[in-house]
């Protein structure tokens, strides 16, 4: 245990987590609106993969982390039609989503497999913080997806439980015949944080293939975006907690390759276990709380979750 | 209109939708149970030939290849397919119809790969009669070992199953790859990482010759034939789909909810652990890499697109059968396989968009027939309401 670099784990621990942090941001969002994404692993597949593409043609980064925005958001489209339009079960056409998702990474991203990515985010230690013991080589000295999420997380955070449109989004989530009522699209609403939710999905997806690990891969995230959907359930739909969530798992993945690095006596097979058995016992801990809490078992999700809108006609 | 014939037109509408749930929306189930998937794989057939055109290649040529391979050439291989797909189907179509989302198929499937594995390489001296049925039992065992967890930790914390039973998938094939890269690795086998050969007893035995179709197949008709009298026969049948339809009026019937779960997420994964035993055995005669090109998650599509019929999931998983094995045609013709798993998606949303849509019609032709019923649109009642 000694060989282990406490500081150098830390840090791997916050670029793991980000990818995650960006999903479960993404799904925070769509979730809020009432809408259940299971797609999130798809999303982030195309997203790295589109993005990867894009960054190769063009040779800017930047365009591929725009790429990837665009491609996370366009399947969320699809999702977003079949069930906010036309009522289809938001379980089963998330399932398709993560089938449709996977199988466009896999076979638009084949002739990609085994390269290099052309321009990626570089890590890009900020001046003076950098220098602050311990903190500064974990947090500050990161790429630009990490320092973006570092933004992103109290944005988020005021803008669902301090705006007005935050207001309102919570309020379709909750109960959608209310909000409709009150004159707030719930369709259009569900539409948008859909779409952004995709979005920030997609970029997720990017922040791997364009930042912390700049090559493509097939099945690059390897389950990042099925834990992603249980952190959402860890964080009680608050990006804040999703904060504690991405990077508990960051930790994991970081602590397990450490000790597979520092040679410990354990399979690694059984280490690489330990992120997936940990998004259950997060899930565990999270129900077992409320259940103390309640006194029986429960949900904190919003109450319109998963189910299709239809304003019947009145008569 | 007065507030009694409101009401009794609201109640019209109710039971026309009430009439006709989700699952079975058409007049004619059966038929259309069959041909919904039929014309929803045309339409991907036809999405798949626009990617294939616009990756520039020769969409006509690669897809009636498929089709010729899958379904005349080698139907027998898309029967060989189908078998650990059916039992699979048939195993989620359980949790399914309480509304559990069991999506851990996958790792079932390999919880009954390695009890199966396990009793293979221990007992290599066993005659047939006595190892087949052990490795019965331990299939069915190790896959439910492996849906215990997530029913488990439904029942008690109300833990969300979608999650739990999918990072169990992770682990399993994390489990699998440790004990092929580790302790069961065959010596002889040249640093592959493969266990070795079973014995010949230890196959199951090929039912048609000059095909791979083996005793699975049996394994999986007998096993519909058992989910279809359970589901439609049994007091526990109906307790499940009580549970399915509605939770909370299942807990005020006295349904035994927290037994429920777990005993369907055993019998779930026990049906997805036979059918890794049964492919272990049956084709494989070793564990290796790789085993499931996916079937657990396939098996999910089929059981929803079959909409939980048990007669229906064969028929499905034979459809499906056929795409899984074409995954070997586009390999060969130079197409990814990438494409099998687009093009399981597409079916999907297919059936799943025309279904909603004919749900949407049917509730629109209900309100239209109340409507006429009473002579006024809804507008009219709005005015008058207000």
Known sequence: ??????????????????????????????????????????????????????????????????????????????????????????????????????????????????????????????????????????????????????LLVPALFYFIYRTRPGLNLRAVGESPSTADAQGISVIGTRYLYTLLGGALVGMGGASISLGSNPNWQENITAGRGWIAVGLVIFALWNPWRAFVGAYLFGGMEAFQFSLQVAGVPISSYFLRMLPYLLTIAALVFTQWRLKDQTGRASSAAPSGLGLFYLRRERG | MSLRQRAVKELEIQKTLVALPPRQIYPSTAALAVATPVLSVLVALVIAAIILFLSGKDAFFILTEIVHTSFIQNFSE???????????????????????????????????????????????????????????????????????????????????????????????????????????????????????????????????TNTRIHLGLVFAIIAAALVWLLVSRTKWGFELKVMGDNLKAARYAGINITRNIVIAFLLSGALAGLAGMSEVTGIAGRLQQNLSPGYGYTAIIIAWLARLNPWAIILVAVLFGGLVSSGFTMQRVGVSSGLVTLLQGIVLFCVLGGESLYRRLLYQAALRRSNQGSNQGPDQLKDKES
């Open chain 2, 78 to 208: 898309t029967v060989v397919k189908a078998i650990p797909l059916t039992l699979a189907a048939l195993g989620v179509s359980l949790a399914f119809r309480a509304r559990l989302w069991n999506i851990g198929a996958e790792g079932q499937f390999y919880g009954g790969v390695l009890v199966a594995t396990a009793l293979a390489l221990g007992f290599p001296g066993l005659p047939a009669p006595v190892i087949i049925p052990l490795m019965v039992a331990g299939g069915l065992l190790g896959g439910a070992i492996w849906g215990l967890l997530p029913g488990l930790l439904r029942a008690w914390l109300d833990v969300n199953e979608i999650i739990s039973s999918l990072m169990l998938n992770y682990v399993a094939l994390l489990l699998t790859d440790y004990f092929i890269f580790g302790p069961w690795r065959d010596p002889k086998g040249f640093n592959f990482p493969v266990t070795a050969t079973f014995s010949d007893a230890a196959r199951l035995p090929v039912l048609v």
């Open chain 1, 1 to 150: 245990m000694a060989d282990i670099d406490v500081v150098k784990t830390l840090a791997s621990a916050v670029v793991a987590g980000t990818p995650v942090l960006y999903a479960t941001l993404g799904e925070i969002l769509t979730e809020r609106s009432g809408v259940l994404n299971l797609g999130l692993e798809g999303m982030m597949l195309v997203g790295g993969m589109a993005g990867f593409a894009a960054t190769a043609a063009t040779g800017n980064v930047f365009i591929g982390v725009a790429v990837s925005l665009i491609a996370g958001a366009a399947l969320a489209l699809v999702h977003a039609f079949f069930t906010v339009s036309i009522g289809v079960n938001q379980v089963v056409s998330g399932l398709s989503l993560t089938l449709v998702g996977t199988g466009i990474a896999s076979y638009f991203g084949k002739p990609l497999v085994g390269q290099a990515a052309k321009d990626s985010f570089q890590t890009l230690p900020i001046p003076l913080l950098s220098d602050i013991p311990v903190i500064g080589p974990i947090l500050f000295t990161q790429n630009l997806f990490v320092y973006f999420s570092f």
